[in-house]
């Protein structure tokens, strides 16, 4: 039985098992193209294309599609090709006039984007309010230094924070000081 080598002698392909093989190693020596298309080429004339992976045998089939037998292209691949030409040069006008109007919609952001800027730029530069005027003390330290503190003077202080201070002073000090439970 004669089967056909590449040049040098090496991937002899005679049966599905030999495909098998020689792809393991076409993997193994570098993927060279020369060696694919003769493992294409001997699966394809013992009827072992089942064998070769799924990629393979359609990048075949496209090919050999495109070029009839003789090598020249054929005459249904040509309006195949003509017809996905035309389907390619509709799909570019559409992107440009997307393209086109993205650049629209763009100009028109454009100022917006710049006054935003500017707007956190001045929030940014204004100073950040005044830390809060409460400080936390400790039950066992409480009136330590000598400083007297009364209801109308922390009524006072809380007065003057601002509403979120005035809330969060609040929730500390009745986090520090909590209720007895009633029982």
Do not use: C
């Not at 020369?34 to 294309?49: M, Q």
């Not at 066992?140 to 009364?150: E, L, Y």
């Amino acid at each position: 039985m004669a089967f056909r080598t590449i040049g040098n002698g090496s991937y002899p392909i005679r049966s599905v098992k030999d495909v098998e093989n020689a792809l393991r190693d076409y993997y193994r020596s570098g993927k060279k193209p020369d060696v694919k298309t003769h493992i294409i080429a001997r699966a394809k004339a013992i009827g072992a294309e089942g064998a070769l992976p799924d990629d393979w045998t359609e990048a075949a089939d496209k090919a050999a599609a495109f070029f009839g037998p003789t090598g020249n292209p054929a005459p249904g691949a040509l309006a195949k090709a003509a017809a996905a030409l035309t389907h390619a040069a509709l799909r570019l006008d559409r992107m440009a006039g997307e393209n086109t109007t993205l650049r629209k919609a763009l100009e028109e952001l454009t100022p917006t984007l710049a006054e935003m800027k500017k707007r956190i730029a001045a929030l940014e530069a204004q100073p950040l309010p005044a830390k809060a005027a409460l400080r936390s003390i400790a039950k066992t330290a409480d009136g330590a230094d000598g400083i007297p503190v009364n209801a109308e003077d922390a009524i006072q202080r809380l007065a003057s924070l601002p509403a979120h201070e005035r809330a969060l002073a609040l929730t500390k000090i009745s986090l520090a000081n909590p209720a007895p439970p009633r029982f």
